[in-house]
């Protein structure tokens, strides 16, 4: 599939408006927004029954950001941001998909359309199958759909040729059974959405600290005398961190906040949930803004290490005791290039010194990153770079103070606790081992981008997807098309139809699984799921709607269903029981994953529990050396051919991930459409564009393809001279598959170099 048409669909862009960026995030547009796209989905009476019950301790989890909850006797009644509300509202929603849906659309003409308006027609009511020359899905049994898959995995000529991915929403207990089915199968290959985003995060952590999360908690966010924001826009990808922050600057934090662009949610907060927020003036957040060039970080928090080391504002106690590495880093940052670091951040030395100072005046600094960090090539040392501050401040394991990185799906963090990774640690399989009585695989499996390349390979011919858009989730679009296309099986387990169900391999099923929203009634009785938000805390969600379909099953005993069809009765697992009583699955996770004793009843309580952390707990770093680690990294120069930019991929504020949930992007001040590319005022003048002008945006990378996008307005923006930035998904085809991080293997999507092309279509 090589045209731009069925990859990204035929978008109408005629009543985009481009207005001056808002200066302000939330407050009463936020409500008003929230509560009519609410009503349109789900009506007044399902709004209510929802919305009351998100995030409460007796109700469900929001399916979109993981941002931690407060404690229960802290949450408001109405504990949800406006993009928390649109995803309720698109999981609630009254429209369906049904096959007479599918009867009347053939896969061509599907095609055609947005993602919006695909994710708008509603929920997939019934199994579907797309045989193999068809240009129409079917309905299918639950019994056949699930004997189809058995059959080609179990036709394979090795388990390492199937590939099952999974999204960063599937529940503690789906995404362990999944991963138990899928050891028992006898491959490691479990790619998932962390392979793109928050991998970077982790290989730093474990490399530097032990343990790859964060090591902060709500409360340590409110008591920090400084809080550092690195690549990250909380307005719109995490809006209830707004609050937190809020509440750190009552109490009298100061915060930086390190971005290309100047977001709303890193200015100004008016906090829907009191009256100063709603009708007053708000409340500044940012106390210094770097506007720091793409891919600059690294030579940034390297040029403020410098100067900590210069005037001696060094935790010597905490550097001597629990670390080491720290006379190779301190010797390399006092020989940084000043030059080097200026030209790589386009920062002055003063933006750059105000930021040391606060820093080193700060007791207690807590430091934030999200995709802007994780998605370039020295990503993984530009986290450790992090890591050093925090380390030479002894900012880990006191009040106030830690590492924090802010995850932006639902349970992505849980599903790496519970196993999913491709490169899981010798430990869990042996607990696996001894818990279940199957020797599982130990070589490494494929990441996302390996198992793309796999696929084209014609090295896995089976793809199995846990939820999630992979088709729009992943990098270079026509080459995961293509190597979608290369498999004799792709499974879609699925609450809303999306691309990934049009591009597919020669079978294809849609397989309807339940929402967060929803009840889930077995054959033991009601269940519940349990979820581990970014700040490991583990609690309880519990769905309440009557399902949107009789035919929908839950996550559970889909995969369970799965492993019975594929593995037989000659299984030493009882699948059956498994997707009964979610009880017996939390009971084998409190045998195999370590923090998790007494599950059932802790899980139980108003608000769950909290995972260990040794370097939070007890400053105990379980690294080669029982220590921290101080890392030396040289600062890199990203080479940008002339005439080239470098462009950053990012979301905008009706959107969460690749679920697009409409067209207005009002922060930025971009209605009606999707299509822009914010270019500098300087660049369009030394280009010879003018704003409204359309491109195509061309990727340079020497490989021999044409990686383009057509038909993109330019927008001026307040970014970075060299600059640029445009939304994904509609710009993942720029993304080059062999572009990523070393170290992580994550997608560059933060720094891919770029040129502008005149359209040649006729400008309105």
Known sequence: MGNDEGLLGSA????????????????????????????????????????????????????????????????????????????????????????????????????????????????????????????????????????????????????????????????????????????????????????????????????????????????????????????????????????????????????????????????????????????????????????????GDLALFQAIGALLVEWDALDHDFVAGYTVGFAEWRDHVTKVDWDQVLAVTGLSREEITQAARMVADSDATVYCWAMGLTQHRNAVATIKEVVNLALARGDIGKPGAGLCPVRGHSNVQGDRTMGIWEKPPAEFLDAVAAEYGFEPPRHDGYDTVECIHAMLAGKASVFVALGGNFLHAAPDTALTAEALERTALTVQISTKLNRSHLITGRTALILPTLGRTERDDQAAGPQFISVEDSMSVVHASRGRLDPASEHLRSEVAIVTGIAQATLGTESVVDWAALGADYRLIRAGIERVVPGFEDYEERVSRRGGFVLPHPPRDSRTFTTDSGKAHFTASPIETLEVPPGCLVLQTLRGHDQFNTTIYGLSDRYRGIEGGRLVVMLNRRDLRAMGLRAGDLVDIVACWDDGRDRRVRDFRVVEYDTPVGTAAAYYPETNPLVPLDSAAEGSNTPTSKSVVVRLEPSATIRP
């Open 12 to 295: 109408d862009e005629s009543s985009l408006t481009v207005d001056h960026p808002h200066d302000h995030a939330a407050g009463l547009t936020a409500v008003k927004v929230a509560m009519q796209r609410a009503w349109k989905e789900m009506g007044p009476v399902r709004t209510a029954r929802t919305l009351l019950r998100l995030n409460q301790t007796d109700g469900f989890d929001c399916m979109s950001c993981a941002w931690p909850d407060p404690d229960p006797e802290h949450r408001h009644r109405a504990e949800f941001c406006e993009n928390g509300a649109k995803a309720v509202a698109e999981e609630a929603t009254k429209a369906r998909v049904t096959p007479a849906f599918f009867a009347e659309h053939s896969i061509s003409d599907l095609l055609g359309q947005t993602d919006h308006w695909l994710g708008k027609q509603g929920r997939l009511t019934h199994p579907m199958v797309k045989w193999p020359g068809a240009d129409h899905y079917e309905p299918i049994s639950w019994d056949r759909a699930l004997q189809v898959v058995g059959d080609h995995l179990r036709d394979l000529a090795s388990p390492d040729d199937a590939v099952f991915y999974t999204s960063g929403r599937a529940s503690n207990e789906a995404a362990f059974v999944y991963q138990l089915f899928v050891r028992a199968f006898g491959t490691n290959n479990l790619p998932d959405c962390s392979n793109m985003c928050h991998e970077s995060s982790g290989v730093a952590l474990i490399d530097t600290i032990g343990i790859g999360k964060g090591s902060v908690s709500l409360e340590d966010l409110y008591r920090a005398d400084l809080i550092v924001l690195a690549g990250q826009n909380p307005g719109t990808n995490h809006p209830r961190m707004l609050s937190a922050l809020e509440t750190a600057k009552k109490r009298g934090a100061r915060i930086i906040s390190i971005n290309p662009l100047r977001e709303a949610g890193l200015v100004n907060f008016h906090n829907p949930q009191n009256a100063r927020g709603v009708l007053g003036r708000g409340t500044d957040l940012t106390d210094l803004h770097l506007q720091v060039r793409l891919n």
